[in-house]
C-alpha cells in the first residue's frame, strides 16, 4: 500500500462494504441505533478511503480478528439477485406469537416456505436484507385476533392468497413486477379478526444514502443558483460600468466641443480686435 492510498477516492462498493460491517456490529450489539446511525452517515459521506477506515476502526471487540477494508480496487458485482438466493434450509422456518411479538429482520435466510402463527399478538417478517432460499417463496401466515407485517425491498414480486373472516389481507403490493431475477414471494394464509399487512420499503441504509443524495443535490442546486446570480449580477455590474463609461466618454466629448468652440471665439474676437487696430 502506498503513502498516499488513504488519499484515494472511495467508491459505493467500498462504503456499501463498509456499512455492512457496521450492520453486523449493531446486530451482535457492539453498537447500539445511535451509534450505527452516527457511523452509518458518516460512511456515505466519506469521500475518500482514509475519512472510512476510521469508522471501523475499534469493530469487533478486542480478541475478535477485525475486518478490514480492502484498499485494493475490485470488480463490482453485477447488482443482480442472484448473489442473494443462496439455496439451503434457511434460518428460521416459523415463528409464534401468543399474546406477545417476534421479529425476522437483518441478515437472515428466508427458507422456501415460512410459517408464522400471532395470537392476540403481532410479529414482523423484514425481508429487505435477508437472503433467499429459493427464487420463489411462501410465508403462510395465520392471525387470530392478531396481525403479522411483511416488509419486502423493491424489485420483488409479491403475489397474496391469503383468506380473511372478520379480517383481511393488504393486496396494495401485489401486482407489482419485480425485477429480473429478483425472489417472488408469496404471502398465503388465514386472518380472523385480524390482518395481515405487505409493505416495500428501503433498508435505513439505503434511505440514509437516498437522504446524502438528496442533500448533495440540494447543495448542488444552491450552488448552481448562487453560480447563476454571481454571473447576472457581474453581467448587470459589467452592463452598468459601460453604460457609465459611456457616459462619461459622452460628457467628455461635449465638454472638448464646447471648449474648441470657445478658443474658435477667442480667437475670432482676437483677429477682429487686431483687423480694427490696423485699420484705424
Not at 96 to 120: D, E, I, L, Y
Not at 208 to 221: G, T, V, Y
Request: hydrophobic share 35%; with cysteine.
Amino acid at each position: 500500500m502506498t503513502d498516499d492510498a488513504p488519499e484515494l477516492r472511495a467508491s459505493d462498493a467500498d462504503r456499501e462494504r463498509v456499512a455492512e460491517v457496521l450492520r453486523d456490529a449493531v446486530a451482535e450489539g457492539r453498537l447500539d441505533m445511535e451509534e450505527f446511525e452516527e457511523r452509518l452517515e458518516a460512511t456515505y459521506k466519506a469521500r475518500t478511503y482514509g475519512e472510512l477506515a476510521p469508522i471501523t476502526r475499534d469493530l469487533p471487540s478486542a480478541g475478535v480478528a477485525p475486518p478490514t477494508i480492502s484498499l485494493i480496487k475490485e470488480p463490482e458485482g453485477d447488482g443482480s439477485w442472484a448473489g442473494r438466493i443462496v439455496g439451503g434450509e434457511g434460518s428460521s422456518p416459523w415463528a409464534v406469537a401468543v399474546m406477545s411479538g417476534f421479529q425476522r429482520r437483518g441478515r437472515w435466510t428466508m427458507p422456501k416456505r415460512f410459517n408464522c402463527f400471532a395470537f392476540w399478538g403481532g410479529g414482523e417478517i423484514d425481508l429487505r436484507e435477508a437472503n433467499f432460499a429459493d427464487r420463489e417463496v411462501e410465508i403462510n401466515c395465520v392471525a387470530i385476533m392478531g396481525g403479522l407485517n411483511v416488509i419486502v425491498p423493491p424489485g420483488v414480486e409479491v403475489v397474496v392468497r391469503g383468506i380473511g373472516v372478520m379480517g383481511g389481507f393488504d393486496h396494495s403490493q401485489a401486482g407489482v413486477p419485480g425485477d429480473p431475477g429478483a425472489p417472488r414471494v408469496i404471502v398465503s394464509g388465514f386472518a380472523f379478526w385480524g390482518g395481515v399487512g405487505v409493505e416495500r420499503k428501503v433498508t435505513r441504509a439505503e434511505r440514509l444514502r437516498l437522504k446524502e443524495e438528496r442533500r448533495q443535490e440540494k447543495l448542488d442546486r444552491k450552488a448552481a443558483l448562487r453560480d447563476l446570480h454571481s454571473t447576472f449580477r457581474d453581467e448587470v455590474e459589467g452592463a452598468h460600468r459601460k453604460m457609465l463609461d459611456s457616459h462619461r466618454d459622452l460628457r467628455r466629448a461635449h465638454h472638448e466641443e464646447r471648449r474648441e468652440a470657445q478658443r474658435e471665439r477667442r480667437d475670432a474676437r482676437r483677429e477682429e480686435r487686431h483687423r480694427r487696430r490696423y485699420e484705424d
